[in-house]
């Protein structure tokens, strides 16, 4: 029994209803997604859901970077890949939609 | 008198001046723009400078001549916007206009110093951007003398003016070196931050299948951390690396510094807007066309022109104090030169992705879609002429501005 069975999630695997997140959950899509979560990463995780209450949203890259102490090159450190879809998939988070 | 002001006259602000010049009544109504520089460049046509298949006269003519006649057209820069206090400064003679209404046009521009390394040594040497006349030009000098080697172009990151214009640059170079009879002694290389060679996936696929048929190597999701021009090479977050001979570089696309000073911008000084109204998110009596809006659709022409007509009807709604009635709907529609006189035509929206069929109009077209021909490619060309002569005078020409399915159909 996992703590994702009854989790929802889009055909790309984010969570469908991100107010349904919780932090055992980021855990378990953490582990899923292969990412070693650290305090750091947390950082980010935070902030993104912190930016998320307030616009509804997931931030961009350059957006955490700005308002966090975490540089773009320790970004990619912590969630190895893609950081922006990475880290808004654990912060249970939709798919960022910056890119047109 | 009443005062509408629009900062900008690139293509957004001018054809909206025009539009609103024929519009608000002149008794009650004075227009003013404002721009810093004369000249008005048809900017799809940088990408066919460093081919030297546009000479430089063919791309720019004086701004005043698109300007109606009763609009006051001011040169200068612009120090500060107050929307609170619903007035701007100017740089010239620290002159302040207050506004009844506002439309920021203010475009974006390329901003290489985002990139470590970028502007060090190589740059305008063998580093060249061709988003402005300058970089356009001096790439031309370079690749007249370029005999073979490596050829890389790099996407810094997202969002880019005409998303469409790197692919089209290397189609055009894999044409080019082959007219030239060296393409053997030429690599091509396209390094991208997104996962492939597009941004919606189904014509990211098919655009990304002309590459390979044209041997162009796709490097995808290389989020590029610095350039070390010492020894010719990009570097990525993720610790790759690509050598180049010429690097090719889109960089960092930003909204004028203006919308930063003013404190009205996002993280890329990008206004903040309604994507259906095109109304400032925070303002009532402003509103945003074109590159400078953080809307979800290309920052292209073509959006600029569907676009204008939603703020015609929406701005002349709230000048009258009705409520705002048009939609638009994040309609974008792209040519895509790629060589051997033959283009691909894509049409989409906010909420469809490029389909393939006939282009504008069901079963008779005449431009096919997702698909390269040479009646698109002839389409392309004569578009230079539509754009002087009727798109930037806010004439209106029988495309129609929604989205239609009709004559489209889904690629299996």
């Known amino acids: 029994m996992s703590v994702l069975d009854n989790v929802k999630f889009d055909a790309d695997g984010y969570m469908e209803d991100p107010h349904a997140w919780t932090k055992e959950i980021a855990e378990a899509i953490a582990k899923r997604e292969d990412v070693k979560l650290t305090d750091r990463s947390w950082v980010v995780i935070d902030y993104a859901r912190k930016e998320f209450e307030a616009k509804g949203e997931a931030p961009t890259l350059r957006n955490i970077t700005k308002n966090t102490d975490v540089d773009t090159k320790e970004l990619y450190s912590l969630f190895p890949g893609g950081p922006g879809k990475l880290a808004a998939k654990v912060s249970g988070l939709h798919k960022p939609t910056g890119c047109i | 008198m009443k005062t509408f002001l629009i900062l900008g006259a690139g293509t957004g602000g001018t054809m909206m001046a025009n539009k609103l010049s024929k519009r608000l009544d002149p008794q009650e109504w004075k227009i003013v723009l404002v721009d810093r520089d004369e000249t008005h460049y048809y900017q799809p046509g940088f990408l066919f400078i460093p081919f030297g298949y546009y000479q430089p006269e063919d791309i720019y003519q004086p701004k005043r001549k698109f300007v109606p006649s009763g609009v006051e057209f001011v040169f200068s820069d612009i120090e500060l916007i107050e929307p609170e206090a619903n007035k701007v ?206 809307i979800p659709a290309s920052k292209a022409g073509s959006v600029v022109h569907y676009s204008a007509e939603t703020l015609i009807e929406n701005i002349m709604c709230a000048v009258k104090g009705k409520e705002l009635e048009a939609e638009f709907d994040g309609h974008s529609t792209c040519h895509i030169v790629s060589g051997y006189q033959k283009s691909l035509l894509i049409d989409f929206s906010y909420d469809t992705e490029p389909l393939s069929g006939l282009y504008p109009f069901p079963v008779v077209g005449p431009f096919p879609l997702l698909k390269e021909s040479y009646f698109n490619y002839v389409g392309k060309l004569a578009f230079k002429w539509i754009y002087w002569n009727i798109m930037l005078k806010g004439i209106p020409f029988p495309l129609p501005p929604e989205y239609s399915i009709a004559g489209k159909r889904q690629v299996a």
């Not at chain 2, 060090?120 to 005999?147: C, P, S, V």
């Not at chain 2, 390094?191 to 941004?199: D, E, K, M, N, V």
């Not at chain 2, 404190?263 to 400032?280: A, C, E, H, I, Y």
């Open chain 2, 89 to 294: 400064t100017l740089t010239k003679d620290k002159r302040v206009i207050h506004y009844d209404q506002l439309l920021i046009a203010t475009g974006t521009n390329i901003h290489p110093e985002e990139i470590e390394g970028m502007q060090e040594g190589g740059w305008r040497k063998n580093i060249f951007d061709y988003y402005t006349f300058e970089g356009a030009m001096a790439l031309k000098g370079f690749l007249q003398n370029f005999n073979g080697g490596r050829v890389v172009l790099n996407i810094a990151e997202m969002p880019i003016k005409c998303p469409v214009a790197p692919l089209e640059f290397m189609y055009l170079a894999d044409y080019y070196f082959t007219k030239r009879g060296i393409r053997n002694k030429v690599d091509l290389v396209f390094s991208t931050p997104l996962s492939g060679a597009f941004t919606k996936p189904i014509s990211s696929k098919l655009l990304g299948d002309v590459m390979e048929r044209k041997g162009i190597h796709t490097e995808a999701d290389f989020a590029i951390s610095e350039v070390d021009s010492g020894k010719n090479k990009i570097k990525s977050y993720d610790g790759r690396e690509i050598d180049y001979d010429l690097l090719v570089t889109i960089p960092t696309n930003m909204g004028s510094e203006v919308i930063a000073r003013s404190g009205m911008g996002d993280d890329l000084n990008f206004v903040p807007t309604n994507k259906r109204t095109l109304r400032s998110d925070k303002y009532q009596n402003v509103w945003v066309v074109g590159d400078a809006t953080n």
